[in-house]
């Protein structure tokens, strides 16, 4: 008898370390998949600007008439920079231009033809607005009739393939959030089920004894609850953080009105998603008979 008096303490602290360890198991498993889920609701909010990122600093080379007066040029620049679709301008000069062509082949081209073939030209970097194939092939008619232009270049395969590849991880991005999302509730479900299921005697016990339902389900709840919040907050730290990262690596690649969003949504599901399966798992532990309790 005395021995069984001195292995109730032990038993009892070994039962609470392994509440303890339960409890912190699935509180980082939540933590884990809100980050997840988290990070890809920022790549898939983000789609969007990411794409016109990538397209407005794409060039359109617009090259000068040498034929015109330098007055009728510098009037088409100032006409240009103050254009709606116009983001930013770089005026490039024939003989810059055949400077940087002599340092790209290693040798003074100028000296073996004996002339400059080269035009002044205007690198052209469009708004976000107009970063789109129709635009562009409206800016440069637009451009091309202006007597100052001799031409208007810009890669139209690489514009091309860049709407296609961006429409296709943005549909990607889009299925394997939704996969995400629903691997995310089913995670944290069965984590908080499984940490449910250690307190499913004590539940029947508190049953037994009269207690209300409300009075039993209280502090499971309240429980969940502190948990989720825990969950949430070192989800939202790390993917701050990640962010953070990232953006000193690709400055500009996240939007901060996209961030906030995100924050809030991890925060809502998990509170909601863990409370819901906090509440199902009371609820049947509370309806189900005592030997059920051991399946």
Not at 51 to 61: A, E, G, L
Not at 121 to 146: A, P, R, W
Not at 191 to 201: K, V
Request: glycine share 4%; aromatic share 10%; with cysteine.
């Amino acid at each position: 008898m005395e021995q069984t008096e001195k292995q109730k303490p032990q038993a009892s602290k070994y039962y609470r370390r392994k509440l303890l360890m339960s409890y912190f198991t699935s509180t980082v498993c939540i933590a884990l998949v809100l980050y997840l889920a988290g990070l890809f609701f920022m790549l898939l909010f983000n789609t969007q600007h990411v794409s016109d990122m990538f397209r407005s600093n794409i060039k359109m080379t617009v090259t000068l008439n040498d034929s015109r007066s330098s007055a009728e040029v510098e009037k088409f620049r100032k006409m240009l920079d103050q254009s709606d679709f116009v983001r930013e301008t770089k005026y490039i000069s024939k003989d810059d231009a055949a400077k940087e062509l002599a340092k790209e082949l290693g040798e003074d081209f100028i000296e073996v033809i004996g002339k400059n073939p080269l035009y002044s030209q205007i690198e052209v970097k469009l708004t976000d607005q107009y970063s789109n194939i129709d635009s562009i092939k409206s800016i440069e008619k637009t451009l091309k009739v202006h007597k100052a232009v001799d031409d208007v270049y810009y890669p139209k395969d690489v514009w091309n393939n860049a709407t296609t590849v961006i429409t296709k991880i943005a549909s990607i991005f889009l299925v394997l959030t939704i996969i995400l999302a629903i691997i995310t509730i089913i995670l944290i479900a069965n984590s908080i089920r499984l940490q449910m299921s250690g307190d499913r005697f004590d539940i029947h016990t508190a049953k037994l004894i009269g207690a209300a339902n409300w009075h039993i389900a209280k502090p499971y709840l309240k429980r969940a609850l502190i948990q989720s919040i825990i969950a949430a907050i070192a989800a939202v730290i790390g993917l701050t953080l990640t962010i953070s990262f990232i953006e000193k690596i690709i400055n500009g690649v996240f939007q901060i009105s996209a961030f906030y969003p995100t924050l809030l949504s991890m925060v809502g599901i998990g509170v909601t998603v863990t409370l819901a399966a906090a509440f199902i798992s009371i609820r049947k532990y509370l309806t189900a008979k005592e030997e059920e309790l051991y399946y």
